[in-house]
């Protein structure tokens, strides 16, 4: 972070005032197919633009800590960017936003100071359909073959094209791939060390994610490491499972709680009461059990309305129609088989106990949260 921080600002701050014409247009939330679920993040976009943009202090190590964007009064981003760029207001002040670790910007400095947003739309869209046939042709490389269909639908459920043209929804999507092609590449190994890739997944979900789908980066890849377990006791699959999972928590959990110490020892700044008081709000915490119970249920019930809008349900249907006359034609098979349907019947919960956590957040998000529920489209498929 302190090393893209040295990097000039003022070719970024032009590639942005030529991006600004993007946003009058779009505005905070466009629809890309009408009908459907896919909507951009242009809001939180534009808040990373302007975080790119902004002119570094003399204090790097700091900046990089602090994460600072140029503001108008109580305008939105969006209207900030369209603002200060189109219509040459003045910002009046700065917004820091300490408790996430920005890792986006990693990518978006280098890459904005020599492209536009629409030139890092084209590049994403390209990079986008390479991490999935790099993903596939390890499937095959690997042989786990029977694992295409239900990744193709599954990403299919992500919107792929939201995710290309949005930098806010990418990071997920990229963390969650390149766990997979990580899992893929250790198969076979002598020892198996590959569970402590998920204590990596956590990481970066951590550190590149500003809380879009991140239980996804877990859910996902969990579903391949299962698939590529075999034919094993019930056991072996929840003790892997387990672990798995104890591992990416850790790894989240440590790495964001280690930008709030290290922000507040270089900022001199108490980032742990910001963090604390919107861990409070995400999580309804205070709020009467009651009240939460039907806070959770209704939460449950948009993110699924917007993941039922979605093309890929079809696709997903017929390709769960052929396989229910695949398993009747083999129906002396179902009685051996149905110990390997438990972990993942297990695994499609996830997601929901995800919403349970962080009801308001997906509540108030659900347009973009609902992709969590790609973990449910993947397990039920595999």
Known sequence: ??????????????????????????????????????????????????????????????????????????????????????????????????????????????????????????????????????????????????????????????????????????????????????????????????????????????????????????????????FMCGRKPLKYYFTKMLKAGILWGVGYAVMWFAKWLIATCITDRNVFEDAFVKVNTRTYAGVTATNKFTSIIETEKINIKYYLKTPAVFIALIYILIMIVLIIKQHQRIKDNIIFVVPFVALMLVPCAWYAIAAQHSSEHAWFTYKALVVLAISGLS
């Not at 302007?50 to 108008?72: F, P, T, Y």
């Not at 030139?119 to 073959?145: A, D, H, P, Q, Y």
């Not at 029977?146 to 094209?161: C, T």
């Open 1 to 226: 972070m302190t090393l893209v921080y040295l990097i000039p600002t003022k070719p970024i701050d032009n590639n942005v005032r030529k991006s600004a014409h993007i946003f009058k247009k779009e505005g905070k939330r466009p629809v890309l197919i009408n009908g459907v679920t896919s909507q951009c993040d242009n809001y939180t976009d534009a808040l990373i633009l302007l975080e790119a943009a902004n002119k570094n202090d003399k204090k790097i190590l700091r900046s990089a800590m602090e994460v600072k964007e140029g503001n108008i009064g109580k305008l939105i981003p969006t209207d900030v960017l369209v603002n200060h760029y189109i219509n040459n207001a003045p910002f009046t002040h700065q917004h820091i936003y300490p408790r996430y670790w920005h890792g986006n910007l990693l990518v978006v400095k280098p890459l904005m100071s020599f492209v536009s947003y629409y030139g890092f739309r084209i590049i994403n869209s390209i990079i986008v359909l390479l991490t999935m046939v790099l993903v596939i042709w390890f499937l095959f490389k690997k042989n786990e073959k029977e694992f295409i269909a239900p990744y193709i639908i599954s990403m299919l459920f992500l919107m792929p094209l939201t995710i290309a043209f949005s930098i806010q929804l990418s990071s997920c999507f990229y963390v969650l791939n390149f766990g997979m092609i990580a899992l893929l590449a250790t198969k076979n190994k002598a020892s198996d060390k590959s569970r402590y890739i998920f204590l990596y997944i956590g990481i970066a979900t951590a550190f590149f994610d500003l809380l879009t789908y991140p239980i996804a980066t877990f859910g996902v890849p969990c579903a391949l490491y299962l």
